[in-house]
């Protein structure tokens, strides 16, 4: 891993590989306050100069970085954060048309997706969203118990949520909507009650993500004292259990280990993530995966509002991901979802198909009854999914054992 500074260290180690279809995510790195268990880049409490001068940034730089890779196709999008839409409405507006237009050059995305959290959802916002052609909202609930939402510093409680809703019922594009499971011992919500509700709102995707303890965040600090306790491994399992069993009994497919949908309602930009397309990231912290003249290059821009502010063009980071590793990446992700690796494209790009690489650990998965291995790819199955990360230790030693040649990517 090296530092690279500029526009033009970046535009050496990518020059003549553009011309191929890229997702685009574009990160709001605003927050009114910062919620005490995320570990993401955030900035809270920043004032409307400083906003301003992030959104001409971003759109300066994503200009920049389209005339360099030269899309074939810009099929999805994703604003996310943060707080997208803490951003004042002209700044709103501004961001999100100035999005419209620098995509619009390469194509109409199949998919256009913004994160809002409830408590800075209005009519005038939604209107915007409308006018420019976002497709899709996720909407970051969390959890409906006061309780928890108070314990975890979230901005908006029941009554924001449920006007949040109200707003966005008319506004005529999908929504998702985000909970938390794994709360800590002692909260009066239940998830599975919790998705009654939401099923009430009408949403066809939800996401349930497992509550994390990270280092240096303020949850971490109040467990460690002991404020505050965890659930065990089994009450996590037994309430896992009962989430994928209300969502199969409702017609929600669990596409990929933490995601719900109904059918034709699944997230297009997260598939394209999990099948390893190539995407571009722009913003503080933003992370790009593209085809570079040596392999796979992965690209963070600067964590520091400031000087993305001041410089634009500046990455961090490059990693030349070499071929056992990004092999690995490739189940890592693949098999996080229900249709798993698919196996013509794993020929396409590796020169040798799934079989031959998992060999005997493939065949022990089936005969365990946790995966399906075939021409077709290989595929995991529930059990398997919620077992993943062991299964994936099988891989990684597997890989690193392996001589691997250089992928023909995208």
Known sequence: MKPFLDMESVRAILEGRGGYPVSVYVHVPFCARRCRYCDFFSVAGAGERVMEGYVERVLEVLEQMFVLLRPSEI??????????????????ERLLTGVRERVRVWGRPVEWTVEVNPEWVDEEKVRVLGEVGVTRVSLGVQGLDEGFLRLMGRGAGRREVERAVEVLAGWGGRVSVDLLAGRPRGMSGDVVRELEEVRGWGVGHVSVYGLTVE??????????????????????????????????????VRYEVSNFALPGEE????????????????????????????????????????????????????????????LLEWFMMGLRTREGVEGERF???????????????????????????????VRLSEHGLDILDSLLKDIAILIWEKQIGKPLWP
């Not at 999805?76 to 409405?89: A, I």
């Not at 965040?217 to 009450?235: C, I, N, Q, S």
């Open 215 to 252: 280092e240096g965040t303020v949850l971490g600090a109040m467990v460690r004292r002991g404020e505050v306790v965890m659930p065990g491994e089994e009450e996590l399992a037994g309430e896992w259990e009962a989430i994928c069993r209300w969502f199969g009994e409702r017609g929600f």
């Open 347 to 377: 020929r396409r790009v590796w020169g040798v198909g799934v079989e031959e690489v998992l060999g005997e650990v493939g065949r022990r998965w089936c005969g365990w009854g946790v995966a399906e291995m075939g021409e077709s790819g």
């Open 75 to 92: 099929p999805t999008v994703y604003v996310g954060g943060g707080t997208p839409n803490v951003l004042p409405l002209r700044l709103w």
């Open 267 to 326: 997230c297009l930009h997260n598939l394209r993530y999990w099948r390893l397309e190539p995407y571009l990231g722009v913003g503080p912290s933003a992370v790009s995966t593209l085809p570079g003249k040596e392999g796979p290059v992965r690209v963070r821009q600067v964590r520091d509002v400031g000087r993305f502010v001041a410089e634009g063009g500046v990455w961090e980071e490059v990693e030349v991901i070499g071929p056992q590793a990004f």
